[in-house]
């Protein structure tokens, strides 16, 4: 690594000095690590940095956080998008079942949820993304049995990792001024702006880079993005987690496989054993859309899961339900 030019790139990009010394004594270790195989930076897989956190996990995990937001800076830095996409496999929903801990404790009390709980350790930020699932069959099942699958549902709809911050003023402003249908065209077509840009640049989106391919399918599925108004329902279906891979695969088990964002079950779809985990877990997914549509709505409405890779589906689709004095007022 070219120790001045990341510093230089850092400063650039207003990291503090303290974080900038950080960030470059976590890229010099994982260095130390790939060169006990002679590997470099410039050579290693993206794979390395898995193999890499899951080292940090045995030390302890102290560092996990400080190295990943380091490698995401390096591979801006140095164009190695794919790096990236392996940071957010090992990221993505990580506090998921800490919020569960603590949501069941909030609803039910602190002795239900240490009796659930019990004797259980719930996997860190940085173990491999494909061994989480054990958990998720684990503690479903006795979630299952302690309040019912109905109440499983309530727990995991507020959804267990949040989203991003929303312009919900800007989109509050659209939808009054032009109406649901054509609010949701407007979001269609900022996706395939988005995603252009993307190609045009070599960026990702989110964890994937985008192809010719990717946008026409987009362009040809309005329901991807915001979705589709069917009388007082929208139907909105996730962009794949993977979609240039989902696309490519022959064995539609990858495929669901690839569909799914969600690590907490998304090693169950590849090894075979999703039946295990129950489908009410993608009321979290569902709680993800609710988070928006709560907010744009002013209230709390309901939105479930209709289609999943966990239920053998090709796709994830969701049912948004709007209330009816918003359908009065925004045909």
């Known amino acids: 690594m070219n120790d001045a030019e990341f510093k230089k790139y850092l400063k650039k990009r207003k990291v503090e000095d303290q974080i900038i010394t950080k960030f470059i004594e976590q890229i010099k270790n994982y260095e130390k690590f790939l060169s ?3 590997l470099t930076l410039e050579i290693s897989l993206p794979e390395k940095i898995m193999e890499y956190s899951e080292y940090l996990v045995s030390l302890g995990g102290e560092f ?6 380091a490698i995401i800076y390096y591979a801006n830095f140095s164009k190695r998008y794919e790096f ?3 940071v957010i496999d090992i990221s993505e929903s990580y506090n998921a079942m800490d919020n569960l801990y603590s949501r069941v404790a909030e609803f039910y009390g602190e002795p239900l949820r240490d009796e659930i709980f019990e004797d259980l350790i719930i996997p860190p930020l940085g173990i491999h993304p494909e061994k989480k699932p054990e958990f998720t069959k684990v503690i479903l099942k006795r979630l299952e049995k ?3 699958k109905e109440k499983i549902v309530d727990l995991l709809s507020p959804c267990l990792h949040g989203r991003p911050p929303d312009d919900i003023e800007g989109d509050k402003k659209l939808l009054k001024e032009v ?4 609010f949701l065209e407007k979001k269609h077509q900022d996706l395939i702006a988005r995603l252009e840009k993307h ?3 070599g960026t990702l989106e989110f964890a994937q880079k985008i192809d010719d391919e990717i946008i026409q399918c987009v362009k040809e599925n309005q329901m991807i993005a915001e979705g589709i108004r069917d009388g007082n329902i929208i139907y909105v279906s996730k962009l794949p987690y993977q979609m240039r891979k989902f696309l490519d695969a022959k064995d539609d088990r990858m495929k669901k496989f690839f569909i799914c964002y969600c690590p907490w079950i998304r090693g169950a779809i590849k090894n075979g054993t999703e039946k295990e985990i129950t489908e009410d877990f993608c009321h979290c997914s569902a709680g993800w859309y609710k988070l928006y549509w709560d907010q744009l709505f002013e209230q709390s409405i309901k939105v479930e899961p209709v289609l999943t890779a966990l239920n053998g589906a090709l796709e994830c689709k969701f049912a948004i339900h709007i209330p009816k004095s918003i359908l009065n007022t925004n045909k």
Do not use: A, H, Q, V
Not at 64 to 69: C, G, P, V, W
């Open 36 to 38: 006990k195989e002679n």
């Open 64 to 69: 996990i956080l400080d190295f990943l937001e």
């Open 84 to 86: 990236i996409t392996k």
């Open 146 to 148: 302690k309040i019912g």
């Open 179 to 182: 109406g649901i249908d054509s």
């Open 199 to 201: 190609r045009d640049e």
